[in-house]
């Protein structure tokens, strides 16, 4: 088990940001669905890593999509957890069964990972609060659609971390507030895979940014402005549609003086 703490500050990410813009410029991204939830495998000159497994039961979707972009599960070398939400980490064993790599989570919650704990998170909006109370008799009725295999993490984080020796230009950041060990895959071009920390489901530009759920809204809010600050530029939820980072500032702004709504 390898251990990051403590992790990069701010500063040392913006002048990592600003040392590997430009000079690798091979990155794509891969969205895969795997449930309610979507993955995304980032691809640098053949080396890959993995951010979420999505849903339960999602393995074979998962190898079949990566074969159709002519990817090798051998190229992933590594898994990032944005947070440990069932819908997250459900197919994550079996993933790493075949891949073998190493996966990293967030230290608030690699006990979580590694007891298969299923958490659900509260509403903090209207739809956020009738969906989870819906959740929580579903999860009475079919815990096996939550459930989880536990899995030994094999990187704790505390902060951040480069991803260069895995090949990525960008780095891991902590970016709490949907759970308190939510973290942020975010590249030097300024693509941010946020996990939960913004959601994108509705058409025609509707939104909302905002999540339906959260642990702490004001250190959700705080982690957008951090994102900005380090530079993000386009944000890639794990529910829904990519939309440009700056709008998390101004939905930020309308949540403040009206926390109510989707
Ligand atoms: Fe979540």
Request: charged fraction near 20%.
């Amino acid at each position: 088990m390898i251990r990051f703490s403590p992790g990069l500050g701010n500063a040392a990410l913006g002048r990592n940001r600003l040392f590997l813009r430009g000079i690798l410029r091979m990155t794509r991204y891969v969205k895969i669905g795997l449930g309610t939830s979507a993955a995304y495998c980032i691809e640098n000159d053949g080396r890959c890593i993995l951010v979420d497994a999505g849903n339960c039961h999602k393995e074979k979707r998962f190898f079949t999509a990566l074969k159709k972009k002519g990817i090798d599960p051998g190229q992933i070398e590594l898994i990032v957890i944005t947070h440990v939400h069932y819908d997250h980490v459900g197919s994550l064993q079996a993933i790493q069964n075949i891949c073998r790599c190493p996966v990293a989570v967030h230290k608030r919650e690699a006990h979580l990972l590694q007891e298969g704990t299923v958490v659900l998170p509260p509403g903090i909006t209207f739809l956020g609060r009738v969906v989870m109370a819906l959740g929580k008799r579903a999860l009475r009725r079919f815990p096996s659609f939550f459930s989880f295999q536990p899995v030994d993490p094999d990187i704790i984080l505390s902060d951040g971390m480069t991803l260069e020796e895995f090949g990525i230009p960008g780095s891991i950041v902590h970016t709490p507030g949907h759970t308190e060990g939510s973290v942020t895959v975010i590249l030097s071009s300024g693509e941010a895979f946020v996990g939960d920390l913004a959601i994108n489901y509705l058409p025609f530009g509707l939104g909302p940014y905002f999540p339906p759920f959260a642990e702490d809204v004001n250190v959700l809010l705080k982690s957008w402005a951090d994102l900005l600050d380090m530079g993000a530029k386009r944000i890639f939820p794990a529910h829904g549609e990519s939309f440009p980072a700056e709008k998390l500032r101004s939905r930020g702004c309308r949540f403040k003086s009206r926390p109510i709504g989707f």
